[in-house]
């Protein structure tokens, strides 16, 4: 099963300043995001006067990842604009995935150097944009805190094989090397010296 076929719901985590940017004017943003995308995007009622409101996007896996960027960059290029004060989204979006949709699909974490981030998400979500599409993995910058204050949780979700590619190209933008063997997908990998996953190993 590709990311085509496969039908999901995620919620994200918004800070409730942010929703008034997300829904636009007369809602003509969010339905924009529906109409470029195809997947379905609504907040939440339940939870309308809390700091952070949940906003669900339901589709095709790879239609919904494309609505999550989307809402990144509008929430990116309202920081650059001062809209939010220079919030970071990255930081401040929060994915979880309902529904498991294929036996092979995975959720794994990884801890990198919070001073490291920035090189693994790039300016304006370039660069983790570019690894979503080079693995196949879904990728999110957890707001759960890190295993010590100096580091960040990055949760990937996807196929081992995906999951490791992703790993690998993580990696790459921090500066270890993972000494990785995509093809064929058997790996044994660690983020020794940071609190990372250490001695797993993936086989698809």
């Known amino acids: 099963m590709d990311l085509h076929s496969l039908y999901v719901q995620s919620i994200i985590g918004i800070p409730g300043a942010s929703v008034d940017i997300i829904i636009g004017k007369g809602g003509e943003t969010i339905e924009k995001i529906q109409d470029e995308t195809g997947a379905k995007v609504q907040f939440m009622e339940d939870d309308r006067h809390s700091p952070v409101r949940n906003c669900a996007i339901i589709g095709y896996k790879h239609r919904v990842q494309k609505a999550i960027l989307m809402i990144y960059e509008i929430l990116q290029l309202s920081s650059f604009t001062g809209r ?52 196949g993995a879904h990728i999110n910058l957890s707001i759960e805190p890190g295993p ?39 790996h044994q990998y660690g983020y020794n010296g940071y609190g990372g996953i250490q001695n797993v190993t993936l086989g698809c």
């Not at 990055?154 to 921090?174: R, S, W």
């Open 84 to 135: 939010q004060g220079g919030l970071s989204p990255a930081v401040l979006l929060q994915e979880t995935e309902k529904e498991i949709y294929h036996e092979n699909y995975q959720r794994e974490s990884m801890s990198v150097p919070a001073d490291k981030c920035g090189l693994v998400i790039g300016k304006g979500g370039r660069s983790i944009k570019n690894i979503i599409r080079q693995s």
């Open 148 to 186: 010590s204050s100096n580091e960040k949780i990055f949760d990937i979700y996807g196929t081992p094989c995906q999951i490791q590619h992703a790993m690998v190209l993580i990696n790459e933008k921090v500066g270890v090397s993972m000494g990785s063997t995509i093809h064929g997908c058997t």
